[in-house]
């Protein structure tokens, strides 16, 4: 069973007994929000949701799940499913990617760094190629830290410089893309005004060019080597802002999914294929979708695609995106170091553990929960399962997405009895919410409740205990808003669709037969967040949580 690591050791909970199965399910992008036609957990049929929050007061409550509560820079950016896994597993709230950007970019750090010294290695005879998501959301990368980071190497010695621009319209809105790709061409004439020949030389919309995740599907990363690196692709255009605008104009054409595209000179030549002696930094500071592309520039030996050519680059990521691979090894800002997880932390004290979730959000529960590391703390105690996602589709046409057969594995698990705890993504209301269909999401949400069911239901068999919690909003509030709340229309006087996650606080409730009589919520901790769900659960497996951990939500008083 558990380790001799004194150092995590975990003390004996004075009153909540050990060896009861503790369920914890996280539904993506389900937040609480008032009631009206654009909140889908609110219309959708969801009878389990529902009786959590009814049935036990003081076994159902809210918690923050954005901003500060999660790391992130203000109280203007809305939660994601990184920084609210990370603060879900780690029980600490970490300055996250994007401040740590913020931080390294204000004080200037950014260019004292090795990862910078060894991509300024390029600068003299090679091109610098700068490749990400083009967008003030926030969750991936921002479009300020893009504009900084252009100043701050055009002042170092850069002679020539390509963007390869990837499409939003997930955490903004659709169709903002044309004005961002107008912010930046206008920073580039300011630098080829200063003598630096800088200009965009490919793009694609994020969900179809090169952000995969979790090896969903090559081809979207394929999609995006042909056009930055070989300057190949379907669509040529002269400029960006041409080619957002052609493309957009496509039947239900969007800029989560806008096609490959590449800018060719007046010869229709690629102006800035990436070729040998050149630089890159992948400029997106959250890791997941970076990962796959990171690899495909970083590793020799690599047999996900066709590369056709392998040039010998200088690359460095904005971050360094997986803690365990050390990958890449060259990095512009270090990641928060999130370590002694709450998973290490209850491995290491015999907790064996099943985590399950469909590809699409099977890193959450495992590499986000783990604090962006992947692989096993003890692989004799845990069992991480992921069930394939459906590929090449959006999740609208699918929104009861694979909610099922997680719940049926997580269901098997539990009554195996062969683990303490059981941790499932429900990746619906999240992943449907995106595609900004209100009818889909509806249904999308229904097949989220009825999966937690299942896996209630299962607990209730083995005597067990439940936390079903979210990571951040999404569902609940599908339309753009101004101050006061009343949805925005746009210049034809339709409602303008948000896409996003929210600002919104997310429920968590805990029951089931194993939860000892006087267990309830404290009422103490009224500014709880996501990073207080860590010590929670661990008086729930029996033991203490760490003294630097966030203060458990919940308190046991005699019956
Ligand atoms: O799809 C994603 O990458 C983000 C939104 O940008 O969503 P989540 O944080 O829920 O994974
Ligand atoms: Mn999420
Ligand atoms: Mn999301």
Same mark, same amino acid.
């Given at each position: 069973m558990g380790s001799t690591d004194t150092k995590f050791k975990l003390a004996d909970h004075p009153k909540l007994p050990k060896g009861k199965p503790v369920a914890v399910v996280v539904l993506d992008g389900w937040g609480e929000a008032n009631a009206d036609q654009y909140n889908c957990i609110h219309t959708a049929e969801t009878p389990t949701m529902d009786s959590l929050k009814k049935g036990a007061p003081e076994r159902w409550r809210l918690v923050r799940a954005h901003g500060t509560a999660v790391g992130l820079p203000t109280e203007d950016d809305m939660g994601n499913s990184e920084v609210g896994h990370n603060a879900l597993g780690a029980g600490r709230i970490f300055a996250q990617g994007a401040k740590l950007v913020d931080l390294a970019? %204000?004080? +200037?750090?950014?260019? %004292? +760094? %090795?990862?910078?010294?060894?991509?300024?290695?390029?600068?003299a005879n090679g091109t610098l190629h700068l490749i990400g998501l083009l967008s003030d959301?926030?969750? #991936?990368?921002?479009?300020?830290?893009?504009?900084?980071?252009?100043?701050?190497?055009?002042?170092?010695?850069?002679?020539?410089?390509?963007? #390869?621009?990837?499409?939003?319209?997930?955490?903004v809105l659709d169709g903002s893309s044309v004005g961002f790709v107008e912010t930046l061409e206008n920073d580039l004439v300011k630098l080829r005004e200063k003598g630096i020949d800088a200009r965009i030389a490919s793009g694609g919309g994020r969900m179809h060019v090169t952000m995969d995740r979790y090896e969903n599907d090559w081809n979207v990363v394929k999609r995006g080597w042909d056009a930055q690196v070989l300057g190949e692709a379907p669509h040529k255009f002269k400029s960006a802002l041409e080619a957002v605008k052609k493309l957009r104009a496509e039947p239900k054409?969007?800029?989560?999914?806008?096609? $490959?595209?590449v800018i060719v000179d007046d010869n229709g030549k690629a102006v800035g294929p990436i070729v040998d002696g050149d630089a890159v930094v992948t400029f997106n500071f959250r890791a997941d979708r970076m990962v796959m592309i990171a690899k495909s520039l970083e590793y020799e030996d690599f047999d996900k695609f066709d590369r056709v050519r392998f040039p010998k680059i200088r690359y460095a990521g904005m971050l360094q995106y997986d803690g365990e691979l050390k990958l890449p090894s060259h990095y512009l800002v270090s990641p928060p170091e999130i370590d002694r997880t709450s998973g290490e932390f209850l491995v290491h004290n015999g907790v064996r553990t099943f985590a399950c979730s469909e590809t699409v959000k099977f890193g959450h529960v495992t590499f986000f929960w783990n604090g962006n590391r992947s692989g096993y703390f003890n692989r004799q105690?845990? %069992?991480?399962?992921e069930i394939p996602s459906d590929i090449g589709i959006t999740f609208n046409v699918q929104p009861k997405m694979k909610a099922l057969e997680i719940a049926e594995k997580a269901r098997d698990a539990i009554l195996s009895r062969k683990f303490d705890q059981i941790r499932v993504n429900l990746p619906n209301g999240d992943m449907v919410g995106h595609t900004g269909d209100i009818e889909a999401t509806v249904v999308a949400c229904k097949a989220a409740d009825e999966a937690v069911k299942m896996i209630l239901d299962a607990i209730e068999q083995v005597g067990g205990i439940y936390v079903v919690t979210a990571d951040h909003g999404n569902a609940e509030d599908m339309v753009k808003r101004d101050k006061s709340g009343k949805p925005l229309l746009d210049k034809e006087g339709k409602i303008q669709i948000l896409t996003s996650h929210t600002l919104q606080p997310?429920?968590?409730?805990?029951?089931? $037969?194993?939860?000892? $009589?006087?267990?309830?919520?404290?009422?103490?901790?009224?500014?709880? +967040?996501?990073?207080?769900?860590?010590?929670?659960?661990?008086?729930? #497996? +029996?033991?203490?949580? $760490?003294?630097?951990?966030e203060t458990t939500l919940i308190e046991v008083v005699d019956k």
């Open positions: 970019l %204000e004080s +200037g750090k950014i260019y %004292e +760094g %090795e990862g910078f010294k060894y991509i300024q290695e390029s600068f959301g926030g969750v #991936h990368s921002r479009l300020d830290q893009l504009q900084l980071l252009l100043k701050g190497v055009s002042e170092r010695g850069v002679k020539r410089v390509r963007v #390869h621009i990837l499409t939003d319209g997930r955490d054409a969007n800029d989560q999914y806008l096609p $490959p595209f105690l845990e %069992e991480y399962v997310v429920p968590i409730a805990i029951g089931g $037969p194993g939860l000892a $009589p006087g267990v309830r919520f404290r009422n103490d901790v009224p500014d709880g +967040g996501l990073a207080n769900v860590a010590a929670t659960v661990m008086n729930l #497996h +029996g033991f203490v949580a $760490p003294s630097d951990y």
